[in-house]
């Protein structure tokens, strides 16, 4: 039972769950109500007609019996002009078994059922034949008087208008449900589409609409973007402010302490304002980072071109690979800013490795970067530690600039994340350093 799971057969949108939801009990409803309308037409019915024929073919037989030999051909004739059927007789009957009856003949069940029980000496049953009904019975001398009678004379000629009638409404109703769904999906699919956007650095302009709940989901979105805006803008500021007004105080106590006799100490204080002086560049760079750029139009061949000829030059050391599915495809993304993260990422690889190899591969709905290198790499379980900001791994492969503070891949993944993608790093399968595998959205 756990392996049947009905999740997975499901629609996965939530306007096919709907609509799924609402139409599964009106043909539920309008499947039981007509298998039961029609079940009971079908017996009533039929069980009218063939009472009415079964007296007709009751007293062919009865009169037969009692009509001498040279008569009964001049009786059986008689007969079919009456009555309307074919009479026949048969000196062997070559069926064995009683019926004949196709699976879907429901109408044939109570047919049968009638004919069985008010026809004596009835011998086969052929309900197959196309629009005849073929009825043998024994006659005394062990011969067979074959009935052909017309299968409208046992059934009723229009049991489809109901079932017609119910497919027509489902179908109406259908629609209508249709159209109505669409209305009310649309504005969370304009909810989703702006919070998607929101997630990439995009603010997209957006008005809440729909029902009561909707709207309510979108103005608390709304709020929650003016407030994470403000945040970002305030942090901005105030990272961008504090490192630029430390920067004169250590000019000055950088130019004092160089007019100073050299000495031991001082070279110690001239390192530490180095380091301070690092820690701001660094501090300035993850402000820039705050301030994206705006998203461009760009075929992948161009943005791989971009990325190559403006990445650090380290030609006797990168080796770069292309793999696209459709040369001219066009993409939306920010180029400057994967350009620095893409920077970032062979700085590090560079200190460390003397082979970098650099592969842009394009998914189906995916852009995978790949940045790999024959250093140290870093131990696994201190992957998810070197991601995050103002950490310096004490391994043999510090990610985050050896001088710096432990901000350089912080700024990368942010930069990614800002185009909804994810920044992974694994060990390289190929030449057994780190992997840096950037994802991104197409």
Not at 253 to 270: T, Y
Not at 417 to 441: C, D, E, M, R, V
């Amino acid at each position: 039972m756990k392996n049947l799971k009905l999740k997975k057969y499901l629609p996965r949108s939530f306007f096919g769950r709907a609509l799924l939801i609402i139409i599964l009990p009106i043909i539920f409803l309008e499947a039981i109500i007509g298998f039961a309308f029609i079940q009971r037409y079908f017996e009533q019915v039929t069980t009218q007609l063939a009472k009415s024929t079964v007296l007709q073919i009751n007293y062919v037989l009865d009169r037969y019996e009692n009509i001498l030999s040279d008569e009964r051909k001049f009786f059986l004739n008689n007969m079919e002009t009456k009555f309307d059927l074919k009479l026949t007789i048969v000196a062997q009957e070559s069926q064995k078994n009683f019926v004949q009856k196709y699976a879907y003949d429901f109408s044939g069940i109570t047919l049968i059922k009638i004919l069985k029980n008010d026809v004596p000496n009835i011998k086969h049953i052929d309900l197959k034949t196309n629009g005849m009904v073929n009825i043998f019975t024994i006659l005394p001398n062990n011969s067979y008087l074959k009935f052909e009678i017309e299968r409208e004379r046992f059934t009723a000629s229009n049991p489809h208008q109901l079932l017609v009638l119910m497919v027509l409404l489902t179908i109406i109703l259908g629609f209508l449900l249709l159209m109505v769904l669409r209305n009310q999906i649309k504005p969370i699919k304009m909810l989703a589409s702006a919070a998607e956007a929101f997630g990439k650095g995009q603010s997209l302009s957006y008005k809440p609409t729909g029902s009561i709940e909707i709207r309510k989901a979108g103005s608390a979105f709304l709020e929650m973007r003016k407030r994470l805006e403000r945040q970002i803008e305030q942090r901005t500021q105030m990272l961008s402010g504090v490192s630029h007004d430390l920067r004169t105080p250590l000019t000055r106590l950088k130019l004092a302490l160089a007019l100073k006799e050299e000495d031991a100490e001082a070279k110690e204080m001239l390192d530490d304002i180095q380091l301070m002086q690092n820690i701001l560049d660094e501090f300035l760079e993850f402000s820039k980072n705050q301030q994206t750029e705006k998203i461009k139009e760009i075929s992948l061949v161009d943005f791989y071109t971009f990325i190559k000829n403006n990445s650090v030059n380290l030609k006797d050391k990168i080796d770069w690979h292309l793999k696209l599915t459709s040369k001219g495809r066009i993409v939306h993304l920010r180029p400057q800013n994967l350009l620095r993260a893409i920077n970032n990422l062979i700085e590090n690889a560079d200190f460390y490795a003397s082979k970098i190899r650099i592969s842009i591969v394009e998914k189906e709905s995916r852009l995978h970067i790949n940045i790999e290198d024959n250093g140290p790499g870093i131990p696994s379980e201190k992957i998810k530690e070197a991601i995050k900001p103002f950490v310096r791994l004490d391994h043999s492969r510090n990610l985050n600039k050896p001088h710096g503070v432990g901000l350089g891949l912080s700024i990368a993944s942010d930069l990614i994340k800002i185009h909804g993608g994810n920044l992974n790093l694994k060990k390289s399968k190929s030449l057994g350093g780190l992997k840096a595998s950037l994802t991104l959205p197409l």
